[in-house]
């Protein structure tokens, strides 16, 4: 199974930005998701998680109400809408299962920078 994320840049703060995250080879349907980030000098903490049928999301508390996870199961893909951008959101993100279920290699991530 191959992840690949996408949709990373630079933006301002306050700014917002649309991270996909496709998924090659395994039954993407059938698996529950999730997004990761990590800063720099920081360990990897989870995002948000989302079931299988997208029924059921789950926020860090530090995200809650500016991130929105998604999915699309006849693509593959998974989505993190992020708005309102603060410095502290700078990371690396990433897509991978829940790791409550199961992982995936990990992937190359996307880079989103905050900063004005």
């Known amino acids: 199974v191959q992840l690949q994320a996408s949709g990373g840049g630079l933006v301002q703060p306050g700014g917002s930005l649309r991270l996909s995250c496709t998924v090659s080879?395994?039954?993407?349907?059938?698996?529950?998701m999730a997004w990761y980030r990590q800063g720099a000098g920081k360990e990897r903490e989870l995002v948000a998680t989302i079931t299988n049928s997208g029924g059921t999301k789950r926020y860090a508390d530090s995200v809650k109400g500016r991130f929105t996870i998604a999915r699309d199961n006849t693509r593959n893909t998974l989505y993190l809408q992020v708005n309102n951008l603060k410095p502290e959101d700078t990371a690396v993100y990433y897509c991978n299962r829940d790791l409550r279920y199961g992982s995936y290699s990990w992937g190359n991530g996307t880079l989103v920078t905050v900063s004005s």
């Open positions: 080879g395994g039954i993407f349907r059938i698996v529950a």
